[in-house]
T-cell receptor, first 113, second 117 residues
Framework: NAGVMQNPRHLVRRRGQEARLRCSPM?????VYWYRQLPEEGLKFMVY????????ESGMPKERFSAEFPKEGPSILRIQQVVRGDSAAYFC???????????FGQGTRLTVV | AQSVTQLDSQVPVFEEAPVELRCNYS??????LFWYVQYPNQGLQLLLK??????LVKGINGFEAEFNKSQTSFHLRKPSVHISDTAEYFC???????????????FGTGTQLKVEL
């Protein structure tokens, strides 16, 4: 049973470009969470999704950021018109229903130049 | 709303010495508590968790933690550390399952454990 898969592991974008981060949850997991880790800081919750639904997006910046978890395929975190301040590690976690443990992927490290 | 405080940003310790990493939390409801470890440029690995039952929780790699409800603490301990324990350690809380919000975690800012020879 493969773990949570995130790709790419490293992503470099120029200011103004779009960044797409992908997350494939563990088999059988229907809940996906995205977190952002800024340098020298802990992880901050961004968004919680179930298949085709956004459940909680209280941690998402109001502009430029969006997330989806379609019926088929991975969850996508999209950042439009990236700025230097978006440089961070973005982690995805997944969990089965009614469980209290989330399993994390290895993250995507976004660098905006 | 919940919050997690990790009082020590860095903890240096000699190999084979004991270590305690402190974690305090605040929440208006019952919580689940977790400790995660992050090695450089890696994801988070779960060390241990407290859901209910015995307040002393044993995890992987010889770590343990004790849930103290009256002091709202969940300190992580290891009686004898190894060089390979050098990493960042994060304490986290979740009440989401109880409130219908899934397993949304609130993290502390982390403690860098540096084990020296």
């Amino acid at each position: 049973n493969a773990g949570v898969m995130q790709n790419p592991r490293h992503l470099v974008r120029r200011r103004g470009q779009e960044a797409r981060l992908r997350c494939s949850p563990m088999k059988g997991h229907s809940h996906v969470y995205w977190y952002r880790q800024l340098p020298e800081e802990g992880l901050k919750f961004m968004v919680y999704l179930q298949k085709e639904n956004i459940i909680d997006e209280s941690g998402m910046p109001k502009e430029r950021f969006s997330a989806e978890f379609p019926k088929e395929g991975p969850s996508i975190l999209r950042i439009q018109q990236v700025v230097r301040g978006d440089s961070a590690a973005y982690f995805c976690a997944s969990s089965p229903e009614q469980a209290a443990e989330a399993f994390f992927g290895q993250g995507t490290r976004l660098t905006v130049v | 709303a919940q919050s997690v405080t990790q009082l020590d940003s860095q903890v240096p310790v000699f190999e084979e010495a004991p270590v305690e990493l402190r974690c305090n939390y605040s929440s208006s409801v019952s919580v689940y508590l977790f400790w995660y470890v992050q090695y450089p440029n890696q994801g988070l690995q779960l060390l241990l968790k407290y859901l209910s039952g015995s307040t002393l929780v044993k995890g992987i790699n010889g770590f343990e933690a004790e849930f103290n409800k009256s002091q709202t603490s969940f300190h992580l301990r290891k009686p004898s550390v190894h060089i390979s324990d050098t990493a960042e350690y994060f304490c986290a809380v979740s009440d989401g399952v109880l409130t219908g919000g899934g397993n949304k975690l609130t993290f502390g800012t982390g403690t860098q454990l540096k084990v020296e020879l």
